[in-house]
């Protein structure tokens, strides 16, 4: 088999820096510790750049894909977009503040462009079938992928998510698993799974294939500071569940001013989770350098990892760089998501009630300079998390069809 995973050279261990051949393996040999892909880049310029697609594929030279990619059949997500959101800012007292709307992707959210590059590595494996175990983005973004593909998808999911994930995980066909309990047990399952001859010969997009996967959210980060005129924020706001896309981010942000595509300059990387599944929140708030799994109970089920797999990765982040990690209420991710809605026209899912709400916090807190640029995340559709606002699901009145009505009713 002849693999073509582009500038990627090796996978490493985030841990003892041990290396390995690019594989679908995800765990140290030596120390158990994670694997990510470690690369050797050519030269990289922002012209080169400029000159690719209008999706994630501008950034191939830097991502594990084969230099043939933007010719294969994938989705082909990013480049959504970054929205100036001066009203936003304006209710909030902040300057200069940026929405980047991942809600934008084919499938609408951010899960798309991970999954876009672990089809790529299902693809060099050999893998005929794609699987992950999800909290409802991502099980679309698999069932989606695979059929644009061509390939097989069988996706768990906790029984109890949200009905529009659920239809839209099944509508791209493939099979959909739900199973009675949390996540963190699905997670365990799926890991179950990959040893048994059921499922090892399977591509786990978040499992097995997650060292490509996760390389994936870079391409927020590339995006961001190339939409900003090629600039950094000087802080950014991230959902956090599993920790993945923050340390990628971040991954990313290092990259950019290794390879001289932006100025070197601090960012401030703020970690945003729901009260009701705030393990690094709660950790990052007590000085412990070890999250503390807990049992999920929140309406942003997207965010509902009770043991994050990357805790420890966003807490020295958030502590690095000087940012920080915050929670909101249920109630606070409502009001945040009308919030958005109601100022800048973007109908967020639950994951940027979290951030947004996180944002406003740390505004009345004074952890956010309100005179720096900031950029705030939404990664999903509120139509896909549309119970959140069930009070609002209805017309503000219903009248019969006549002037006097009307008159009377406003
Ligand atoms: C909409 C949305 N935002 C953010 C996240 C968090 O991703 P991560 O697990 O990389 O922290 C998820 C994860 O499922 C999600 O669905
Ligand atoms: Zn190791």
Known sequence: MSLDFG?????????????????????????????????????????????GPANIWRYRSLLPVPTDVTSKQNMNPGWTKLVKADNLGKVL????LHVKDDSGNPTHSFKDRVVAIAVEAARNFGFHTLSCSSTGNLAGAVTAAAARAGLDACVFIPADLEQAKIAMARVFGGKLIGIDGTYDEVNRFCSELIGDPLGDKWGFVNV??????????????????????WELPDQIIIPVASGSQLTKIDKGFKELISLGLVEDKPYKIFAAQAAGCSPVSTAFKAGHDVVQPVKPNTIAKSLAIGNPADGPYVLDIARRTGGAVEDVTDTEVVSAIK??????????????????GVLKKLVESGLLDPSLTTVVLNTGDGLKTLDAIADDAAPTAVIRPSLDAFRAAV
Do not use: H, M, W
């Open 93 to 96: 007292g902040l300057r200069d």
């Open 208 to 229: 097995n294939l997650r060292p490509y996967y996760a390389e994936g959210s870079k391409t927020l980060a590339y995006e961001i500071a190339e939409q900003l005129g």
């Open 339 to 356: 919030l958005l809605a109601s100022t800048e026209g973007i109908f967020a899912e639950t994951a940027g009630g979290v951030t947004v």
């Open 7 to 51: 500038p990627a050279v090796a996978l490493s261990c985030r841990e003892c820096g041990t290396r390995y051949d690019l594989g679908p393996s995800f765990a140290c040999l030596e120390c158990f510790g994670p694997l990510e892909v470690a690369y050797s880049f050519g030269s990289v310029t922002r012209e080169d750049i400029a000159a």
